[in-house]
Every structure is written in structure tokens, then in C-alpha cells.
T-cell receptor, first 112, second 112 residues
Framework: EDQVTQSPEALRLQEGESSSLNCSYT??????LFWYRQDPGKGPEFLFT???AGEEKEKERLKATLTKKESFLHITAPKPEDSATYLC?????????????FGQGTTLQVKP | SQTIHQWPATLVQPVGSPLSLECTVE??????LYWYRQAAGRGLQLLFY??????ISSEVPQNLSASRPQDRQFILSSKKLLLSDSGFYLC???????????FGPGTRLLVL
């Protein structure tokens, strides 16, 4: 069964304290792995798409990496405004449905 | 640029009442459309998706139904709401089944 597991469930950091969020997945034939940011009471905001092992993408203080079994979202020198829930999702066959399988998310709190 | 709208933003309904949530997309044509539900503290669960007008696929058996009367309009409905239908409902669109999904602002539904 296709599955996505994110860890930790919650993470508290001091401003400037770098860390990583983990997304482990088991899927037959990965088509893409997606990272989203979700603020309380709002819809998820797209961050990155990764398609193949070894791929990396960066945006400001965030860097996403992908291996054959997991993805990491590295946060460098975080600021309080980076506080949010970060969601990981994978897309797998069959067909052209675009179905995404989501993890439970990691809630990040950055204290000033 | 593309935008996605959902309304209402918040809804409080009694058990047994009907439901209609609406989602519209602007700035694109023939998008794939998706309805997700996010229960409190949990990940997103895909409910329905549509690859074209009148084409609806259901992912999980439930008390809800979906319709796509126009190319960029997606409606989520119920004839009689249950307590378990409470949650945060998110609509998303993508250019096709392989592309990134972009989410709307969501509708918070509370069934009492």
C-alpha cells in the first residue's frame, strides 16, 4: 500500500537554529514528490516538486532533497514567519488522475 | 495568472441538512479538479477528482457527492449531513494529472 510518513510531528526551533523535516514514502513508481506549506485555517501553499533521486530545489531558507525512499526539507536559519505546518505528498500511478497521497504533516514553531 | 476560489469560507450546519460547497478556477481551461477533506490534526484525504465536465471519480465511499457542471466549476454536495462530515474542505486544480496541484483557501464546515 502506498504510504507517506512525516517526522517529527512537531518541531520547535529557536530563530536561527537550522534543522530538517523528514518525509518517508513507500510507493510503487514515484511520479513526483511535493512539499506544501500550510498556515492555520488556510489552504496549502505549493513549495517544491521533486521527480527523481538526487534532485534538489531551493527557495529562500528552504531546501528540499530527494532519495529513493525519503525526502528532506532543510530549513536554514529559520525565522518566526517560517512557523507553519509542512506537508509532503507523493504522486503515483495508475493513470492520469493526479492523485496525491499526503503525510500527516510536521508543525514547525520558530521562536524569536 | 490562475486563481481558485471557494465559498463559503465557514459554514455551520445542523445534522440532516443539505450541503453545497462551490469551487471555481480562473485563468485556465480544462483543469483537473479535486476535492480534499482535512480532519483536525490530520492529513488531506482525496474525496473526488474530475478530469472534465460531467466526469467525476470518487475515492472513498461516503455521504458526499460531487458535480462539475461547467469547465471551471466544481461542487461538493450532500443531501443529509452527518456529524462526521465536519472538517476543512479544500478544492485544488492542476493542468493535468502529472502537474502540481494548487489549493484554494478552503471551507471550514461544522456539523452540529
Amino acid at each position: 500500500e502506498d504510504q507517506v510518513t512525516q517526522s517529527p510531528e512537531a518541531l520547535r526551533l529557536q530563530e536561527g537554529e537550522s534543522s530538517s523535516l523528514n518525509c518517508s514514502y513507500t510507493v510503487s513508481g514515484l511520479r513526483g514528490l511535493f512539499w506544501y506549506r500550510q498556515d492555520p485555517g488556510k489552504g496549502p501553499e505549493f513549495l517544491f516538486t521533486l521527480y527523481s533521486a538526487g534532485e534538489e530545489k531551493e527557495k529562500e531558507r528552504l531546501k528540499a532533497t530527494l532519495t529513493k525512499k525519503e525526502s528532506f526539507l532543510h530549513i536554514t536559519a529559520p525565522k518566526p514567519e517560517d512557523s507553519a505546518t509542512y506537508l509532503c505528498a507523493v504522486q503515483a500511478p495508475p493513470g492520469n488522475t493526479g492523485k496525491l497521497i499526503f503525510g500527516q504533516g510536521t508543525t514547525l514553531q520558530v521562536k524569536p | 495568472s490562475q486563481t481558485i476560489h471557494q465559498w463559503p469560507a465557514t459554514l455551520v450546519q445542523p445534522v440532516g441538512s443539505p450541503l453545497s460547497l462551490e469551487c471555481t478556477v480562473e485563468g485556465t481551461s480544462n483543469p483537473n479538479l479535486y476535492w480534499y477533506r482535512q480532519a483536525a490534526g490530520r492529513g488531506l484525504q482525496l474525496l473526488f477528482y474530475s478530469v472534465g465536465i460531467g466526469q467525476i471519480s470518487s475515492e472513498v465511499p461516503q455521504n458526499l457527492s460531487a458535480s462539475r457542471p461547467q469547465d471551471r466549476q466544481f461542487i461538493l454536495s450532500s443531501k443529509k449531513l452527518l456529524l462526521s462530515d465536519s472538517g476543512f474542505y479544500l478544492c485544488a486544480w492542476s493542468r493535468d494529472g502529472k502537474e502540481t496541484q494548487y489549493f484554494g483557501p478552503g471551507t471550514r464546515l461544522l456539523v452540529l
